[in-house]
């Protein structure tokens, strides 16, 4: 059984940092997509940065030179490193793996497939 675990989120003043991290267990092939993703109230489902079995990355605009995202050896675990965060950033942030078709946040961020964690929240203040 495929678990997704989340941890990190906070309240943190704008241009602050966090680092979230996802713990992965029970993967049935190594070499699915893995990224995070993240939802405001009131919005759709965003993606924010995705990355390959390869370690080829996929940020979206809105992220890009502020949020880092990496992954261990074993994909066991996954983390993002956001800095400068602004309150635009306020979301609940998911941790995903797995979804059908190409390693991107544009994908993913649309599928209904892959594995979901139950997501950490973070508020960023002006």
């Known amino acids: 059984q495929v678990q997704l675990m989340e941890s990190g989120g906070d309240s943190v003043q704008s241009g602050g940092s966090l680092r979230l991290s996802c713990a992965a267990s029970g993967y049935p092939y190594a070499s699915y997509c893995m990224g995070w993703f993240r939802q405001a109230p009131g919005k759709e489902r965003e993606g924010v940065a995705a990355i390959a079995s390869d370690g080829t990355t996929n940020y979206a605009d809105s992220v890009k030179g502020r949020f880092t995202i990496s992954q261990n050896n074993a994909r066991t675990t996954l983390d993002l490193q956001m800095n400068n965060l602004q309150p635009g950033d306020t979301a609940m942030y998911y941790c995903?793996?797995?979804?059908?078709?190409?390693?991107?946040?544009?994908?993913?961020?649309?599928?209904?497939?892959?594995?979901w964690g139950q997501g950490t929240q973070v508020t960023v203040s002006s």
């Open positions: 995903a793996a797995g979804w059908p078709g190409p390693c991107t946040v544009a994908v993913g961020e649309k599928s209904d497939g892959g594995y």
